[in-house]
């Protein structure tokens, strides 16, 4: 996990905090919102980092080959 995925990570979870102790509902649905934002960046950057150690792999494999 790099830098930038914890870092979103990080701040989904402080938008939960925030969310579970908030006396309003809008900013409750604000810090909800912001934390799925968080959350989908957080996933997008794992499954890019993922990808490149898959295409990293399959080069190496291709590499062998020749």
Known sequence: MSATSNHYIT???ACAREAAAATL???RERCLRSEKSW???ADRQLRAEAMRVRLAE??????QLV
């Open 11 to 13: 701040q989904a979870d």
């Open 25 to 27: 509902d809008n900013v």
């Open 39 to 41: 959350r989908d960046m």
């Open 58 to 63: 399959e080069k190496a494999e291709r590499d």
